[in-house]
């Protein structure tokens, strides 16, 4: 005699269902619903005017994500030339926050963040193209599109730059994984897109230039150099013409119900060959974890491991998941990615096996860093799964 499938075996079998219905039948639409600039008063910062943009959205269809594209000028008013951070344009939004029909917050991450997690599910560097180089074509090949990500790498003192940006803000997890998709076909909720450019795009010579677009060469207030204006298209990403059945519109149900989340928070007073855990907050499914360790409030307070003793995940009962030195971590990456991250940056991706806190428990990630002055910091961005049944019983991400 068989046994009866349980009823999380049918849910999953009619999530998987609706899935390939709408992969066959339904169309995907890309529209732009938001182009807006931005200018503050002459010599102010974009920020002193526009703290914040929201982007009102659609309600329309099976909403994927959104490609949001940022065209900014910096003008450089200081007395001296500004170089550009190895974080550059990913810095010009401190953040980026999604909240979805049932006000939950699912994304609220720094720009930096989803412009590393863009470019770890791509593959390679976000939006990025190979330069001509010896290869046996007669086609012109190589990087020849204008409006693409683009940064000057140095402004002298009384000019000015134009820069590109583009990310995507993922709400479905992958075209073919559904996973954190909304059915926006609703007229009594609204959900909303907030962006915060940054407030210090540009940093002076010999400080943390972590979270700034350029940094002085020399020494000299920066206060004078500014982002002087800023323009923001939205697209917004979304599934149409979804297929219908007797009981109406077909949704994978187990998808909608599970959210996407990209959050970012912050770690303080580490001490030197000590260990530092981090905690993963419960009930969720995390599948990467974007380190950024800063030593020091001075200029080198990135690098690219010498002042880090070793990475480890460490379950509740002191079971080392695993336990490495930077190299191996930046092994792992060049392997995935084919580059090396930014200095100070280290990657941990988790998508095939995820940091379940509903199984494991309490999960920690440790660093014991060889150098670490009285300023050093962690900055760690989570990408993972929750379920929205089990988010009120959750805690906050850990933040000291």
């Known amino acids: 005699m068989g046994t009866a499938a349980t009823p999380a075996a049918n849910a999953a079998q009619l999530n998987q269902m609706a899935r390939a219905a709408i992969k066959a039948r339904a169309i995907k639409m890309t529209q732009v619903i938001f182009n807006q600039t931005f200018t503050p008063a002459a010599g102010q910062n974009i920020s002193a005017s526009n703290p914040q943009i929201t982007v009102p959205l659609r309600n329309v269809g099976l909403i994927m994500g959104f490609w949001l594209k940022v065209v900014f000028t910096v003008n450089n008013g200081s007395a001296e030339t500004i170089d550009l951070t190895d974080f550059g344009p990913a810095n010009v939004f401190s953040q980026i926050q999604f909240t979805d029909l049932n006000n939950n917050i699912r994304i609220q991450t720094p720009g930096w963040h989803i412009a590393f997690v863009n470019a770890i599910k791509a593959r390679q560097p976000f939006g990025a193209a190979s330069l001509k180089s010896s290869q046996d074509s007669p086609i012109n090949f190589g990087s020849n599109f204008t409006g693409v990500t683009t940064a000057a790498a140095t402004i002298t003192a009384g000019n000015n730059s134009t820069l590109t940006m583009w990310y995507y803000v993922p709400l479905a997890y992958s075209e073919n994984d559904f996973r954190g ?220």
Request: hydrophobic letters at 45%.
């Open 181 to 400: 998709a909304i059915y926006a076909n609703v007229v009594n909720a609204t959900m909303q897109l907030v962006l915060t450019p940054n407030p210090t795009p540009v940093v002076q010579y010999g400080t943390d230039s972590t979270s700034a677009v350029y940094v002085g060469a020399a020494a000299g207030s920066m206060a004078a150099a500014v982002i002087s204006s800023m323009t923001v298209e939205v697209y917004q990403e979304y599934l149409d013409q979804l297929p219908v059945g007797k009981g109406g519109v077909l949704l994978p149900m187990m998808d909608l119900s599970t959210l996407y989340e990209l959050k970012q928070t912050n770690f303080s007073a580490i001490t030197a060959t000590q260990d530092f855990p981090m905690q993963y907050a419960n009930f969720r499914d995390f599948i990467s974890t974007t380190l950024v360790y800063v030593n020091t409030g001075a200029t080198g307070a990135r690098t690219g491991g010498t002042d880090m003793n070793y990475l480890a995940l460490q379950a509740a009962n002191m079971t080392n998941l695993f336990k490495i030195e930077p190299a191996l971590a930046a092994i792992k990456v060049r392997n995935h990615l084919g580059y090396d991250l930014p200095p100070g940056v280290y990657y941990f991706g988790s998508r095939e096996k995820p940091i379940s806190t509903i199984q494991y428990g309490n999960m920690e990630l440790i660093i014991n860093a060889i150098t670490a002055g009285a300023g050093a910091y962690a900055l760690v961005g989570y990408e993972d799964f929750a379920r929205v049944q089990a988010l009120n019983q959750a805690g906050s991400l850990a933040a000291s």
